[in-house]
């Protein structure tokens, strides 16, 4: 059950990454191997007390001391650090999830709009870079003039993709010997207005910038800051591929930050060419739409049918689909993490039940004689959930430094969270606390029904 469920808690993604698993019979027989050596050895350990223990010494031990102290104190032990794991574990899938959060709002460097993405990857046709542009603007024509969508444009990849960071060539600097290697995108007529993003100065790529001779560029803020701190980037030159024949170009924009590889990345150098060349028929078209861009995929499908049927996307995905991939590493992360907190929790939660509950079995006795003398039946209560709460309340007072030390190992996988975040130690440290008390709950209401009479010959 758990291996077909988990492929449902996680984000589609357009390729499988699950493989086709099922337990088999050697799985299963780690498994249960390991279920029935963990049960013999931890019933193996009381076996050796017991067979060590003075029978006329436990006849006159009291519960708390000696050897029974000793068990009990084992027992307690056993219980408190199930509780600092599981604190441990649902510190780190607060935190993840904070921080997953916080990437869901981030700043991408485009708006997140209803849009339809759809790749294609037309060299496996055998088509030819005339025919993949003759291609590319007969379905560009037809699909603007489908219902509901606003624009369409064309782009060599889509920012966090799944492209591996796209491709990146050298780059030389008038004056600089030494050449840098810069990621690229080369992108077609109203990418930035489908894309949203913002061109801070000068101005967008024009319709005659798309000619043969085209000879411009635009560059990210980082590009500009990275290589001109304290001058403007534009109309800078700069020369692009092999330096024996390289194309020379003029800096006529620079456009705001984003993601290349994945959400919260911190921003780096890059390049938008006009699609000019490259017409290999590895595209990626951007089609904006008024409503759901899921419901254009079956009419856009056609349309592409239309012209070649042969032809199809090697993937489709809404641009929302496109930002949980992205994310899709920190998603799976806090899944993960959370599932084996909470399973954590349970187990911890199940012993702490059984301890409590053992525990006070054994003080039948004791019980009935403080009733008989005038104790009331919330005194019990209080004495049963106290010592729970002192069971939970230890396992967090040793579980909080150790879940700050873990917190810090890894606090580059957070995104604007800090390690030591207040919320995301109190919450798991009250849930636990909380459910220690549930648990004891059930032993203590029993504890509160002892008749004196029955405890009294309680052996």
């Not at 604007?416 to 109190?426: E, N």
Request: hydrophobic share 45%; glycine share 8%.
């Amino acid at each position: 059950w758990a291996i077909h469920a988990l492929p449902a808690l996680l984000p589609p993604m357009p390729m499988r990454v699950f493989p086709e698993i099922s337990p088999d019979i050697r799985v299963v027989g780690f498994a249960v191997g390991l279920a029935i050596l963990t049960t013999l050895i931890f019933a193996l350990i009381p076996a050796l007390h017991a067979s060590r223990v003075d029978l006329v010494s436990l006849l006159n031990e009291s519960p708390g001391t000696g050897q029974s102290g000793r068990r009990y104190l084992s027992r307690n032990a056993l219980v408190v650090g199930q509780l600092c794991i599981s604190l441990i574990l649902l510190t780190q899938s607060g935190l993840l999830m904070k921080s997953f959060a916080r990437s869901l709002q981030a700043d991408v460097g485009f708006e997140k709009k209803n849009m339809l993405l759809a790749q294609f990857a037309l060299g496996i046709y055998e088509y030819d870079g005339n025919q993949a542009r003759a291609f590319f603007q007969t379905l560009q024509e037809r699909v603007e003039a489908l219902p509901g969508v606003k624009q369409v444009s064309l782009a060599r990849r889509f920012p966090l993709s799944l492209s591996g960071g796209g491709r990146a060539q050298q780059v030389f600097f008038p004056g600089e010997p030494a050449p840098q290697n810069i990621k690229y995108n080369t992108v077609g007529q109203n990418y930035f207005q489908t894309m949203g993003t913002r061109i801070l100065r000068g101005r967008n790529f024009t319709s005659l910038d798309f000619g043969s001779n085209a000879k411009v560029v635009l560059v990210s803020e980082a590009f500009a800051t990275r290589f001109w701190p304290t001058e403007d980037a534009l109309g800078r030159v700069l020369h692009t591929g092999d330096p024996s024949k390289a194309d020379v170009s003029t800096i006529i924009g620079v456009v705001q930050d984003g993601p290349v590889n994945r959400i919260g990345e911190d921003p780096q150098p890059y390049m938008y060419l006009p699609l000019v060349r490259g017409f290999d028929g590895e595209l990626t078209m951007l089609v904006e739409t008024t409503g759901d861009p899921g419901a254009l995929a079956s009419a856009f499908r056609q349309t592409v049918h239309t012209i070649d049927k042969s032809v199809s996307p090697l993937l489709m995905s809404t641009l929302q689909e496109t930002l949980r991939q992205g994310l899709y590493d920190r998603e799976m992360m806090v899944t993960f993490m959370g599932s084996f907190g909470l399973l954590g929790l349970m187990l911890a939660s199940f012993g702490l039940y059984g301890i409590v509950s053992y525990t006070f079995s054994q003080r039948t006795r004791e019980i009935g004689v403080r009733m008989a003398l005038g104790a009331q039946r919330s005194d019990a209560l209080r004495m049963v959930l106290r010592h729970g709460l002192r069971l939970a309340l230890l396992g967090t007072a040793i579980g909080i430094p150790i879940a700050l030390a873990v917190s810090y190992s890894f606090g580059s996988a957070l995104y604007q969270v800090s390690p030591a975040d207040p919320t995301a130690l109190a919450g798991p440290a009250v849930l636990l606390v909380a459910v220690a008390l549930l648990a004891s709950y059930i032993p203590a209401r029993r504890a509160t029904k002892v008749d004196p009479m029955v405890a009294l010959r309680h052996q």
